[in-house]
């Protein structure tokens, strides 16, 4: 993908999103976080490719996927009020009919179009197809560990500034209180993906970013910068205030220290 490529790209997007924008030409709040989320996702795909060694036309590639990968959260949101799938439509695969249907890749030939497609409509499925093609794969994991990257950062701010309170749809509307669901934590303990009709609280929802780090990384690259921010620090310290379950949330840490010694 070519500079000249992404700068068009980047100027499409946004003239969708505008479109969403009200009698004021204000975007509503969750709209706001969510085209800032995509940004940061896209600049957090700078610092990984880097840092895996990528070259400069897979780099652009990345940082396209990245901002599309979230496309149809501003139709979703309109619509349905939420951005939980499973109310409403799989906001990845939405998203690849939207790029369609608006014709933002026309020009771009083929054998790039097809992986930036793929890594955007797999950026949320619980697994990888192993049947992917390298450049594939790698587009897919790329932008699956910048969103992971970034929805750390998602929580860690509202949480800090308080707009968990006042926005509880940063966390699916999910009710702030409540021991975690054992089986969200057998699945986060032992390294495994956690399914999201599972998820009935907000310690539901914390821990399974807590599983994101225990496997749920890809790159080498990505697992560091995730230890430099301490991640799991935060996530430990803050599901402590919500349950006095402690046990559950030890063991799930605890696995993904073990994972992770030796791995940054």
């Known amino acids: ?107 771009l030939p083929e054998e790039e179009q097809g992986p930036l497609l793929t890594a955007i409509r797999l950026h949320n499925k619980r697994e990888v197809p192993a049947s992917l093609t390298e450049r594939e794969a790698d587009l897919t994991h790329l932008v699956r560990d910048a969103d992971k990257l970034d929805i750390f950062r998602v929580l860690e701010d509202a949480v800090n500034n308080g707009s968990l309170a006042s926005n509880p749809e940063i966390a699916w509307g999910l009710p702030m209180e409540g021991a975690p669901n054992p089986e969200v934590v057998e699945a986060v303990s032992n390294g495994q993906t956690v399914s999201y009709d599972t998820v009935r609280s907000l310690a539901d929802f914390v821990l399974v970013q807590v599983g994101w780090l225990n496997g749920g990384l890809h790159f080498k690259t990505s697992m560091r910068v995730a230890a430099e921010r301490k991640t799991l620090e935060f996530r430990e310290a803050f599901l402590k205030t919500l349950t006095d379950d402690h046990a559950g949330i030890s063991r799930c840490c605890e696995a993904v220290r073990q994972l992770t010694i030796g791995q940054c």
């Open 1 to 107: 993908m070519t500079e000249g490529f992404l700068n068009k790209l980047i100027r499409r997007y946004y003239a969708y999103v505008d479109t969403f924008r009200d009698a004021r030409s204000e975007l509503p709040i969750m709209l706001r976080l969510k085209l800032d989320h995509s940004v940061r996702v896209t600049v957090e795909t700078q610092s990984l490719t880097r840092g895996e060694g990528w070259g400069k036309g897979l780099i652009r590639l990345g940082e396209a996927s990245a901002l599309l990968h979230d496309t149809a959260r501003y139709l979703q949101f309109h619509a349905f009020g939420t951005f939980r799938d499973s109310d409403s439509f799989d906001h990845a695969d939405h998203a690849v009919d939207i790029i369609r249907q608006q014709d933002w890749l026309e020009g």
